[in-house]
């Protein structure tokens, strides 16, 4: 038996995630196929930590150790990448980086580029600001030396955190580049939402450039397409960047409507509520009565 588990997925619903993945696992024989369950628990494992049950998430993979065996390889990769994650959401770094480190090594020595990739991003997520630029570079490396086509469609995601690895650093111009060649691969390969991901990140880039009219114009262009295509849904983040600019302009009365929208929006992002308090407070904040001529970005 063969499950597509990682087409399951929608990360945007996670619970909904959970019961796919039980349903299309409902027939594998826990003895017959323990790579094949394994595999399984650590995808259900994920759909808990990403809902910040994370006691949940290490209870049902402690449970699946008792069958390792010779026989579960791939399982015991997705084991630790899926464990480095758990640790990572949960704000353990250093427990999150020894797993991922082991998922790497393991995946290289069995030939699962792959996983592979998976693990080298994830360092490249979680590992120091010093070390996340080589973690970034060996996992597109990875990436771009397969021959497999599942393998290489990682290199939009790791263009994105490369990039982001860049900004954070402030090397915006590279930076820059990085999210223009993310959004041309994903042109290449026809990933649509992913676009336009890519999109707002060069606006948001443009922000930090201090280009501020052109951040502006990146980000105009994705809520106009918006409001006239049904099919795509408003974007709180827009909406945050549309009112981020306009008070970097000194255009604080027309920011206030676009902060409070996102406010809006993003309030009801269980993750953004979960981890961006802070910057939620400060769109409410921004979106109400306060003085918002100035800026506190």
Known sequence: MSIPFDELWNYDDPAATEGKLREA??????????????QLQTQIARTLSLRGRFEEAHALLDQVESLFTPAVVVGRIRHQLERGRTFNSAGENAKAIECFREALNRAEDGGHAFYAVDAAHMLGITDTLEHRLEWNERAIALAEASTDARTRRWLGSLLNNTAWTCHEMGSYGRALELFEQCHRFNVEIGRVAEQRVARWCIGRTLRSMD????????????????????????????????????????RGEEAREHFARAAELLGGVEWFVREEGERLARLRRLGGDADVSGGDA
């Open 25 to 38: 696992g409902a027939g594998i024989d826990p003895v017959g196929e323990p790579d094949l369950h394994v």
């Open 211 to 250: 280009r501020i009219d052109d951040a502006l114009a990146a980000q105009r262009a994705l809520a106009d397409e918006a409001a006239s295509d049904p099919e795509i849904e408003e974007d709180g983040f827009v909406c945050e960047e549309l009112g981020e600019c306009l008070l970097a302009l000194g």
